[in-house]
């Protein structure tokens, strides 16, 4: 157990990483001062009441080198703890709160309802932001995050949600939306923290967000569970229900039943003895082996963007951050457009994007038509043997 942990409560856990202590302490404290649920289902007011949401304020620390090509190489040194206020100067390891795992507790405790409450990981989510915003970054964080968790090795461990917060359409970076925001006078400050809407209101609100949708998404987990049940003793009492008689003659059982089973998963199949690829946040099982563009793309056949290709003596080559489908799947909903994006057919969290003209891989290569899901949106599956 950790600090602030209510014994009697369920503790969803949330990392709120930053580049400053001093921002990061700023959100975490207008996240203690304004209610942590809001804007529920009055049906999941009941479940709130048992669980307790746990803020961490941490501050990622990066490092660099110069490798023997004379490239500068940035490495995540660190993440830390600052305190539940985030005011200690000196941080520790977020490692012990991973180790705090919520299974430990009482399987059978209970809510108001009478259904069971949802377990947490040592820590639920990753929310980052207050100087942290570029895709490598995060990438970084992700890595340390799963090699801590140990998800990567134990699949059936609920993945760890993990989200940068993202500008306001009318900025093109976060960069530019901070930037604005010191901008403004104290009372402009006083007010966008008041709605929320830009600087530390808006990543203390995306914070709780998070929080509220990893409850909503344990909790939801074990409704559909019960559902399930639920409509499978249905159909097993109407089984056993004695033939009803009409006019003295016994009618003959009507075996079939209107009820049907929630299913979310995509219609069809995929075959297990080959790789799968899941939707990380849900583990719903997205395509398989099958699905990949065959035959794959050559890394680096094209150089658009410097950007995004580094050579280094002409013979580097960056690697592909990216999985491209070669054909669409009913899951993915309507794309009759030139391009979209789609999304994950169970959570709805935004997996990927295709564009029937093509998109560029990281690694270079133009590929024509592109369906593509960023590696870091998916667990890969390894065959069933």
Request: one cysteine or more.
């Amino acid at each position: 157990m950790t600090e602030n942990d209510d014994l009697s409560k369920r503790v969803c856990r949330v990392a709120v990483v930053g580049a400053q202590r001093i921002r990061v302490a700023k959100v975490v404290s207008l996240l203690t001062r304004v209610p942590e649920h809001n804007d529920i289902e009055s049906t999941l007011i009941p479940v709130y009441r048992e669980i307790s949401i746990q803020y961490l304020p941490c501050v990622a620390n990066f490092g660099s080198y110069e490798n023997e090509s004379g490239e500068t190489i940035k490495y995540l040194a660190s993440v830390e703890y600052h305190g539940s206020e985030g005011k200690n100067l000196k941080g520790s390891s977020i490692a012990p709160f991973f180790d705090a795992d919520d299974s430990i507790k009482d399987e059978e405790s209970s809510i108001t309802s009478n259904k069971k409450l949802p377990f947490f990981p040592g820590v639920s989510v990753i929310a980052i932001g207050c100087g942290i915003d570029s895709e490598d970054d995060v990438k970084r964080i992700e890595t340390f995050v799963n090699a801590l968790s140990g998800s990567q090795i134990d699949s059936n461990k609920r993945p760890i949600q993990i989200e940068c917060i993202a500008p306001n359409t009318d900025y093109i970076s976060m960069k530019e939306e901070n930037e604005a925001y010191k901008a403004l006078d104290t009372e402009g400050k006083a007010e966008a923290t008041r709605l929320q809407t830009i600087g530390p209101g808006k990543m203390a609100k995306f914070a709780s967000s998070l929080a509220q949708r990893a409850i909503e998404t344990a909790y939801g987990d074990i409704v559909e569970v019960e559902k399930n049940a639920s409509v499978q003793e249905q159909q097993e009492m109407t089984l056993d229900e004695p033939a009803i008689k009409e006019n003295g003659i016994p009618k003959k059982e009507d075996t079939s039943t209107e009820l049907e089973i929630p299913h979310a998963e995509p219609p069809r199949v995929v075959d297990p003895g080959k790789t799968r690829y899941a939707c990380r946040r849900c583990r719903t099982i997205l395509f398989g082996e099958n699905d990949l563009e065959d035959p794959p793309h050559t890394p680096s056949r094209h150089n658009f963007s410097m950007a995004k290709v580094h050579h280094a003596g002409g013979n580097s080559v960056q690697r592909c951050q990216s999985i491209f489908l070669g054909t669409a799947s009913d899951w993915m909903g309507d794309m009759n457009e030139a391009e979209g994006k789609f999304s994950c057919p169970k959570c709805s969290t935004k997996l990927g994007h295709y564009s029937w003209s093509g998109a560029q891989c990281s690694c270079g290569t133009w590929v024509v038509p592109a369906i593509q899901v960023p590696a870091s949106k998916v667990d890969i599956i390894a065959p069933f043997r």
